[in-house]
């Protein structure tokens, strides 16, 4: 079953700390309180380290998490990408 995005819900996500400049966006699901957040690898040069069988949009990029609630506001959205792009030691 292929996942259906809202197109009237979505939220740019960035880290612009450190000399960085990552930008992500958040898609809400169609029917279920789910964000899907997109980072684009190929766009900013990076190897992709998710499963080959992860979702990609294009021109979005890949998923690289999902946040379960049916609202999702910018300070928690960066809050997580930053937690991420740490975790994967992007920054």
């Keep these: ?11 740019h996500l960035g880290y612009y700390e450190d000399n960085f400049d990552y930008e992500a966006i958040a898609f809400k699901r169609q029917f279920e309180d789910v964000w899907d957040i ?3 690898f190929k766009g900013y040069g990076i190897k992709n380290i ?10 979005f ?8 609630n049916k609202e ?13 792009l740490s975790s ?3 920054i």
């Design 1 to 11: 079953m292929d996942i259906l995005y809202d197109d009237k819900y979505h939220l």
């Design 38 to 40: 997109f980072f684009d």
């Design 50 to 59: 998710t499963s080959k069988y992860e979702l990609t949009l294009d021109p």
């Design 61 to 68: 990029g890949t998923r690289i998490f999902s946040i379960d």
């Design 72 to 84: 999702i506001d910018y300070k928690i959205g960066k809050q997580r990408f930053k937690q991420w």
């Design 88 to 90: 994967n030691k992007m």
